[in-house]
């Protein structure tokens, strides 16, 4: 843990909403947004969950954290009107997290991480069963399909999705993170169709390398 992320997790635990989101504020200012999500957020939280983990918080310590960090995550994305979103493309992306999954901070990070890159973005939120996902993928019909989950044990779930989407027509690049991505080995999961992406870095080098540019001409 640096400075800087002891400092935003102290504001979460602390439950003082208008101190997190003036930090945050002030880091923009000498930051990009992919540092404040991958280096900042990401471990301040990662650091909250590994206090409740050894007890050392309790869980209502852990939501009011999580609420602190909804906030201000909501807070920035009403504030970000970028070139990027003001030109927006084409390419399309649903996210989600699985099936009894309830942690979905990670994934607002990397709705917003696509909606600055000019994405259509539907966020469905975590604890989304198959049938229901399959009703939007449908009619929304992504270039990727982004699904999280953070704990070992949903991985049986992770592999009925990856089947079931691989079957649609269309194609759409299925993207597997959250912390789960980033504790345990998933490159079994990995094909032409399927990616993991361990952390918003490995999202932002995708963007940065151009792989994504192959959904231009299909979109």
């Known amino acids: 843990m640096n400075t800087q992320q002891e400092k935003l997790a102290r504001y979460f635990l602390s439950g003082d909403d208008e101190g997190a989101l003036e930090y945050t504020k002030a880091l923009l200012e000498d930051h990009p947004r992919a540092f404040l999500?991958?280096?900042?957020?990401?471990?301040?939280?990662?650091?909250?969950?590994?206090?409740?983990?050894?007890?050392e918080i309790s869980v209502a310590d852990e939501h009011l954290a999580t609420a602190i960090c909804d906030f201000v995550l909501s807070r920035l994305e009403g504030e970000n009107v970028t070139q990027d979103r003001k030109t927006q493309k084409n390419n399309k992306a649903i996210l989600?997290?699985?099936?009894?999954?309830?942690?979905?901070?990670?994934?607002?990070?990397?709705?917003?991480?696509?909606?600055?890159?000019?994405?259509?973005?539907?966020?469905?939120?975590?604890?989304?069963?198959?049938?229901?996902?399959?009703?939007?993928?449908?009619?929304?019909?992504?270039?990727?399909?982004?699904?999280?989950?953070?704990?070992?044990?949903?991985?049986?779930m992770i592999k009925v999705l990856i089947e079931r989407f691989s079957r649609l027509e269309w194609k759409p690049l299925i993207m597997i993170g959250g912390r789960m991505a980033t504790k345990y080995e998933l490159e079994n999961f990995e094909s032409e169709?399927?990616?993991?992406?361990?952390?918003?870095?490995?999202?932002n080098k995708w963007f940065d390398e151009g792989r994504n540019e192959v959904f231009n001409e299909t979109s």
């Open 37 to 55: 999500f991958g280096d900042i957020l990401t471990p301040a939280m990662y650091y909250i969950g590994e206090l409740w983990e050894r007890n």
């Open 96 to 156: 989600f997290g699985v099936e009894e999954e309830q942690h979905y901070i990670g994934l607002k990070m990397v709705a917003e991480t696509f909606k600055g890159r000019g994405w259509r973005v539907r966020y469905l939120g975590p604890n989304l069963p198959l049938d229901h996902s399959l009703v939007q993928i449908n009619k929304f019909r992504p270039d990727v399909i982004g699904i999280s989950a953070a704990l070992s044990y949903r991985l049986p």
């Open 193 to 203: 169709q399927v990616m993991v992406m361990r952390d918003l870095s490995c999202l």
